[in-house]
């Protein structure tokens, strides 16, 4: 069954339609990249998702409630690695125990550790964000939306702020949390990232899903035909 179930989805901003009717179904296990021009929609699609936009009309099934990762990397800068991801838990503890950080308990600092092992980071756990190198912190912000216990992971341009190798390794991580189970779905704005690390490739264009095809088999044509201003792939 699905974690995710987008179906028919629409969307408009006063006389722009911006999204007409996307349907887009990822399974457990999946990472898709989402690729598309600027302004076709991608980024108000994970929004729709997770509830930050109301959809005009369509449906979304999420299994459980989906996190969210971001371009800028909202991070408490002077609270240590540990301290924002133990944050992803905040929706789930009483209000006395979220206040201050030393109040976080034991179990929360032991799954939060546990979170930044996933991502790669547990040697950083200490260390205030603001230290830490922008692919660092975006691990940071990704192991506290596991933190948040999700089963559906969004990410709207992860890799844009950060340096070609940077967006490799976090490309490469959100595949491997993929393996591990999560539905990952990523905004890209590299294709070639896409191709190599994504096991689907999902593209809008038209406000539709005009490309849906497994990494290995999207052709270049097919991904050049979403850049051209009112193209449709071919
Ligand atoms: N809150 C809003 N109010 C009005 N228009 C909006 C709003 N949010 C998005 N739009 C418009 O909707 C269209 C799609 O925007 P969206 O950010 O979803 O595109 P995108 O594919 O993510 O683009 P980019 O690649 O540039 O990030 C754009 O024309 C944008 O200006």
């Avoid at 699905?2 to 629409?10: D, F, K, Q, V």
């Avoid at 371009?71 to 240590?80: A, E, M, P």
């Avoid at 991904?223 to 009112?230: C, Q």
Wanted: proline share 5%.
């Amino acid at each position: 069954m699905p974690a995710l179930r987008i179906s028919n989805l629409s969307k408009s901003f006063g006389e722009n339609r911006v999204l007409d009717g996307v349907d887009l179904n990822v399974e457990p296990g999946e990472f898709v990249a989402v690729l598309g021009a600027n302004g076709c929609g991608k980024s108000t699609a994970l929004r729709c998702v997770v509830g930050l936009e109301q959809p005009d009309s369509g449906e979304v099934d999420v299994d459980g409630r989906p996190a969210m990762v971001f371009q800028r990397i909202h991070l408490v800068h002077r609270r240590t690695a540990l301290d924002n991801v133990c944050a992803g838990a905040l929706g789930r503890l009483p209000l006395s125990r979220s206040i201050t950080p030393r109040l976080f308990p034991r179990e929360l600092r032991e799954e939060a550790m546990w979170c930044l092992e996933r991502v790669g980071l547990a040697d950083h756990a200490g260390e205030r964000a603001v230290r830490l190198s922008g692919g660092q912190q975006q691990r940071v912000a990704i192991a506290r939306a596991l933190c948040q216990r999700t089963n559906v992971l969004l990410a709207d341009e992860p890799v844009s702020a950060l340096d070609p190798s940077a967006a490799v390794n976090i490309s490469e991580l959100l595949g491997r949390l993929a393996e591990e189970g999560l539905a990952v779905v990523a905004v890209l704005h590299q294709p070639q990232l896409a191709t190599r690390c994504a096991h689907r490739v999902v593209g809008l264009s038209g406000g539709r899903v005009a490309v849906d095809r497994s990494a290995a088999a999207v052709s270049q044509a097919e991904v050049d035909a979403l850049y051209v201003p009112g193209g449709v792939a071919v």
